[in-house]
């Protein structure tokens, strides 16, 4: 309730821009999600939000544009879409329900990483609709036909970590 009150203070004046400090810091889900609300009801009527989070998931779901800092120094800015297809990583995963399919999909795809214990391929992908349907293609013809498919891309964590380093390593070293 303060962090909403300190919210509505601000908001007094009807100011084109505002500034908030980590706003959903120490929030239960429920509260965090009516801050994003609020939040997202203010950038509609042509507030411009500046925000500052450590919760790149809030990030992600709030921001048109994100800078990521580290040490106090700008590393990387953008979209959260173009941040993340500058991480490698993401992949489509494949799911077979026999050894014969996974087989025939591995010959296939080539460069893949593949479990046999799940019966899984994951194959290189940036998630988008071009190359989804390129492998959709590829699948429908060689006759491959998988259990289940899921698409896994890179999130702002791994941009985080990519751009910035470890920090388990950084703590290490000092």
Do not use: C, N
């Amino acid at each position: 309730m303060r962090r909403r009150l300190d919210l509505a203070m601000s908001l007094g004046g009807e100011p084109r821009i505002i500034f908030l400090d980590e706003p959903t810091t120490g929030l239960d889900p429920r509260s965090r999600h009516t801050m994003w609300e609020i939040i997202r009801d203010l950038v509609a009527r042509g507030v411009t939000v500046f925000l500052t989070t450590q919760y790149l998931e809030e990030a992600d779901e709030l921001a048109d544009r994100i800078a990521v800092l580290d040490h106090g120094v700008f590393v990387a800015e953008g979209t959260p879409a173009e941040l993340k297809r500058r991480i490698p990583g993401g992949h489509v995963e494949l799911r077979f329900a026999d050894d014969r399919a996974l087989d025939l999909a591995a010959r296939t795809f080539g460069e893949v990483t593949r479990d046999d214990e799940a019966r899984t391929l994951q194959i290189p992908s940036d998630g988008g609709v071009r190359s989804l349907r390129a492998l959709l293609d590829g699948m429908d013809h060689a006759g491959i036909e998988p259990e289940g498919l899921s698409v896994h891309t890179s999130d702002l964590d791994d941009v985080f970590f990519a751009l910035t380093g470890h920090p388990t390593e950084e703590k290490v070293s000092r």
